[in-house]
């Protein structure tokens, strides 16, 4: 993974305008923000300083709280909390850590988090379904060291289809890093993901990031799999030297759902929504992917 210097975004005379329109109107207010991370201090802790070593330069660095209260500054009122273990024997606390930030903050919605293969879990997950209330689960396989489709993870994923849950799983290849001690570029490929659909075809799946770096082949694929959305968390914020096709992104916007990744990003956390509002032409696909899309999916 190269980690580019931070750039202003470069928008045309016409984006700026759309932009300018946009936010003039209200438009960027009131989002559903379908990929945030909000952990206990000493997982932010332990994350700083695996970013600070490996990756870029987080930005925020306030509690879960002030997480909660900038989202609502910068335009949120929803905000999706992804969770995920690095290790067994975290994902409970991490639950009921979410499940008490639900509490307390209504416009949060709790995802749980499992480390497949870890002992009992499936019993995690069904906590944090059904005693804990959060609305689904989150994987990431770059962080597990386990592809979509090895049958740890399947394992869970079919419990989530078989609870009527989604699933959120960062199966794409980027960022890639050697710190995390598997090469994701090998460890994550659409085709895997392609074959977990067939194989689970009552899963609801979001893959975030576009499925970074695969994103046309993802976007098609949202095509041929009613269950499957994809999040723009970091793919769509101008941050990174490649990304989607804009023009392909709006005839998908019906699949596609607002993200930020926020606070684990380099740069503030309306970057994402105001390019975003500048580049997506039609008004109808922004309001899909800014809000629309999320309070379906989620409401569901």
């Known amino acids: 993974m190269r980690v580019p210097t931070l750039q202003p975004p470069q928008f045309s005379t016409e984006q700026v305008e759309r932009l300018r329109s946009r936010r003039a109107a209200g438009s960027l207010r009131g989002l559903w923000d379908s990929h945030v991370h909000l952990f206990p201090d000493a997982i932010y802790a332990a994350l700083h300083r695996w970013f600070d070593a490996n990756a870029w330069n987080i930005q925020f660095r306030g509690n879960a709280e002030a997480v909660v209260d900038q989202l609502v500054v910068s335009g949120t009122a929803k905000a999706v909390a992804l969770a995920f273990a690095h290790k067994p024997g975290v994902s409970g606390y991490l639950n009921r850590f979410v499940a008490e930030l639900c509490q ?9 988090a499992v480390l497949p293969g870890e002992p009992d879990d499936l019993a995690i ?3 944090a ?12 396989c770059h962080v597990s060291k386990l592809a979509i489709d090895d049958p740890r993870v399947m394992r869970v994923l ?18 890639s890093s050697a710190a995390y001690g598997v090469n994701t570029r090998t460890l ?9 659909l067939r194989r689970l075809p009552d899963l609801k799946l979001v893959v975030p990031h576009i499925g970074a770096d ?8 949202t095509r041929q799999f009613e269950g499957l959305y994809v999040d723009t968390a970091m793919a769509c914020a101008d941050y990174f030297d490649h990304g989607p096709d804009w023009a392909q992104l709006e005839a998908c916007a019906d699949r596609v ?4 990744d926020y606070p684990i990003v380099p740069y503030d956390a309306d970057r994402e929504i105001s390019v975003l509002a500048a580049r997506i032409v039609d008004d109808g696909a922004f309001a899909a992917i800014a809000r629309d899309n999320a309070a379906r999916f989620w409401q569901a």
Do not use: N, W
Request: one cysteine or more; a neutral charge.
């Open 104 to 112: 307390a903050h209504p416009q949060v919605i709790g995802v749980g």
């Open 125 to 127: 997950v069904d906590e």
């Open 129 to 140: 379904i059904g005693r804990l209330h959060l609305r689904g689960i989150k994987i990431h």
């Open 158 to 175: 079919a419990r989530c289809a078989q609870l009527h849950v989604p699933a959120v799983v960062h199966a794409g290849k980027e960022p």
């Open 188 to 196: 994550c490929d659409v085709a895997r993901t392609r074959s977990v």
């Open 214 to 221: 695969e994103f046309a082949d993802y976007l098609e694929l």
């Open 257 to 260: 759902l607002y993200g930020t």
